[in-house]
């Protein structure tokens, strides 16, 4: 069974720094492109930061997290991170990872597999 499962949430405090980790079981994604996305209460899911490790590496940062968040993968587990600083209160939000084949995508339209999410709180 193909599994994505994102651990690493909780409470911080405006300006703190969060680390979430996408781990994947069941299947061998070194060749899948991974998104993060998040989404707040009352809001649609949006896209985060995405990238590939094969080929010609594409990384895809929304706007919102540019200059904060940073994707990055461990190549021998290929657990995928998103490291998260400065954080705002709009920030807060579920957080989910995901995995497609083939190029990255900033639409989760385009992503097969998902996991179950973890929560961001970021107070003021």
């Known amino acids: 069974q193909v599994q994505l499962v994102e651990s690493g949430g909780g409470l911080v405090q405006a300006g703190g720094s969060l680390r979430l980790s996408c781990a994947a079981s069941?299947?061998?994604?070194?060749?899948?492109?991974r998104g993060w996305f998040r989404q707040a209460p009352g809001k649609e899911r949006e896209f985060v930061a995405a990238?590939?490790?094969?080929?010609?590496?594409?990384?895809y940062y929304a706007d919102s997290g540019k200059g904060r968040f940073t994707i990055s993968r461990d190549n021998a587990t290929t657990t995928v991170y998103l490291r998260m600083n400065s954080l705002k209160p709009e920030d807060t939000a579920v957080y989910y990872c995901?995995?497609?084949?083939?190029?990255?995508?900033?639409?989760?339209?385009?992503?097969?597999?998902w996991g179950p999410g973890t929560q961001v709180t970021v107070s003021s």
């Open positions: 995901a995995a497609r084949s083939g190029r990255p995508s900033m639409f989760d339209t385009e992503y097969v597999f």
């Open positions: 069941g299947r061998t994604f070194s060749n899948y492109a």
């Open positions: 990238k590939n490790w094969d080929g010609s590496i594409i990384t």
